[in-house]
């Protein structure tokens, strides 16, 4: 029993400190939306505006609710160890085109149409990595809330 709780509290944390990294990312990237706009006098659309939603939601928030659901249901293992990092790369991959896409965007730069597809590819990739890994924690985490109601 006590091998089962430190392993809770070991991925609780880890998925609690990783919440945090991502708040701090979603206040950083929305400090910089904000504070490079207006340095550039930039009044249009960018990119840059979605990268702090995506960050605060996809990061903090889904980390958070992560914790919750893994002081309750004790779900990861190993494998979930492999799925959280494709996660992350995903997410980071999906930040940094919005990052380039949008920096484009302020500085009036014209992407050649290969160019264009190509970070909008990126981007795609990272929402995939990111789709796929969400639904297996999701299956992973409804598992365990299986087991618990069979058990």
Same mark, same amino acid.
């Given at each position: 029993?006590?091998?089962?709780?430190? +392993?809770?509290?070991?991925?609780?944390?880890? #998925?609690?400190?990783?919440?945090? *990294?991502? &708040?701090? %990312?979603?206040? @950083?990237? /929305?400090?910089?939306?904000?504070?490079?706009?207006?340095?550039?006098?930039?009044?249009?659309?960018?990119?840059?505006?979605?990268?702090?939603?995506?960050?605060?939601?996809?990061?903090?928030?889904?980390?958070?609710?992560?914790?919750?659901?893994?002081?309750?249901?004790?779900?990861?293992?190993? +494998?979930?160890?492999?799925?959280?990092?494709? #996660?992350?790369?995903?997410?980071? *991959?999906? &930040?940094? %085109?919005?990052? @380039?896409? /949008?920096?484009?965007?302020?500085?009036?730069?014209?992407?050649?149409?290969?160019?264009?597809?190509?970070?909008?590819?990126?981007?795609?990739?990272?929402?995939?990595?990111?789709?796929?890994?969400?639904?297996?924690?999701?299956?992973?985490?409804?598992?365990?809330?299986?087991?618990?109601?069979?058990?």
């Amino acid at each position: 029993m006590k091998e089962k709780n430190r +392993k809770e509290t070991r991925w609780t944390g880890f #998925y609690a400190n990783l919440a945090l *990294i991502y &708040a701090v %990312a979603a206040m @950083v990237s /929305g400090v910089f939306f904000r504070e490079f706009t207006k340095f550039t006098q930039f009044t249009g659309q960018t990119r840059l505006s979605v990268m702090h939603t995506h960050y605060f939601m996809l990061g903090m928030f889904f980390f958070l609710i992560l914790a919750l659901a893994q002081k309750v249901l004790n779900f990861s293992d190993q +494998k979930t160890g492999g799925v959280i990092l494709a #996660y992350q790369i995903g997410l980071n *991959i999906t &930040a940094a %085109a919005f990052l @380039v896409r /949008g920096l484009g965007q302020v500085q009036g730069t014209e992407w050649s149409k290969a160019m264009d597809a190509s970070i909008s590819g990126i981007a795609g990739i990272g929402h995939i990595l990111t789709g796929i890994s969400m639904i297996l924690v999701l299956l992973k985490i409804k598992k365990s809330v299986m087991r618990e109601t069979v058990g």
